[in-house]
């Protein structure tokens, strides 16, 4: 009888440790999760800061570039805008001198 007990204890002690150390695989296991989950949000973040970073900078290329059409555009109006007003004013001086010769 008393090697049935010793048994029934020791088999008790074997099923404390390996729940001791199920429990303790269970923690390093939550521990692991919760490490490779903060690695994936922190990846995750930066991938997106990447990539709106990436649109800013391309949304700017295309304004600057939209800027410079515009700046052409108005410099190419006012170009033409000069030289009808030198051509009207050359007209002007003409059409002012008829009148006063009294032409």
Same mark, same amino acid.
């Given at each position: 009888?008393?090697?049935?007990?010793?048994?029934?204890?020791?088999?008790?002690?074997?099923?404390e440790t390996r729940i001791e150390k199920a429990e303790h695989e269970?923690?390093?296991? #939550?521990?692991?999760?919760? &490490?490779? !989950?903060?690695?994936?949000? =922190?990846?995750? /973040?930066?991938? +997106?800061? %990447?990539?709106?970073?990436?649109?800013?900078?391309?949304?700017?290329?295309?304004?600057e570039t939209e800027a410079k059409k515009i700046l052409e555009e108005?410099?190419?109006? #006012?170009?033409?805008?000069? &030289?009808? !007003?030198?051509?009207?004013? =050359?007209?002007? /001086?003409?059409? +002012?001198? %008829?009148?006063?010769?009294?032409?």
């Open positions: 009888m008393e090697d049935v007990i010793k048994r029934i204890v020791e088999a008790e002690k074997e099923a269970a923690k390093e296991i #939550i521990r692991k999760a919760k &490490e490779e !989950a903060k690695k994936i949000e =922190e990846e995750t /973040i930066k991938k +997106a800061e %990447e990539e709106s970073q990436n649109l800013i900078e391309k949304a700017r290329l295309e304004g108005g410099e190419k109006e #006012i170009s033409a805008l000069r &030289e009808r !007003a030198e051509s009207n004013f =050359e007209t002007a /001086i003409q059409e +002012a001198i %008829e009148l006063v010769r009294g032409a």
